[in-house]
């Protein structure tokens, strides 16, 4: 799965194949409400990819679904040539912030308190972001 992860457009084809498990969950009887899409970040994909992924999260979001991102202690976070392994925590808070800001509503995290205090203060960033954008009627 890892070895030579291969997408024309990760967001995409991710958000299609997300799409397409969604129509079944409905098809199936499973409550629409019951369901959150999981982007499957550092799963069969490449650190661009991830990236990517994140940086087009608004794909998904689009699907009406809250979404959720995994980028705790992910050996993706890593994988770029200037974190260490030590310096994961970093680079997961960075993402999952990252994430929040353009429209997560789930993040799964080890560093649970750090990971809070991060991602709290993107999602006031979000919601400040849309208030200036709000018509003043």
């Known amino acids: 799965m890892q070895r ?4 024309h457009d990760a967001p995409r084809e991710v ?9 079944q969950a409905r098809q ?8 959150a899409l999981d982007l499957g970040i550092g799963f069969g994909k490449t650190l661009a990819h991830n990236l990517e992924l994140i940086a087009r999260l608004d794909e998904v979001t689009a699907l009406g679904r809250p979404v959720v991102v995994g980028v705790s202690r992910k050996a993706s ?9 030590d310096q994961r ?11 929040v800001f353009q429209g997560a ?3 799964r995290a080890h560093d649970v308190g750090a990971t809070r ?15 200036t954008r709000a018509p003043s009627c």
């Open 117 to 131: 205090r991060a991602v709290t203060i993107a999602a006031a960033i979000r919601e400040a972001r849309a208030r």
């Open 77 to 85: 976070s890593g994988s770029c040539s200037i974190f260490r392994v």
């Open 15 to 23: 958000t299609g194949w997300l799409a397409r498990r969604l129509d």
């Open 89 to 99: 925590l970093e680079a997961g808070l960075a993402a999952a912030a990252v994430a």
């Open 105 to 107: 509503a789930v993040i």
């Open 28 to 35: 199936s009887g499973i409550a629409e409400e019951a369901v």
């Open 4 to 7: 030579d992860p291969r997408y």
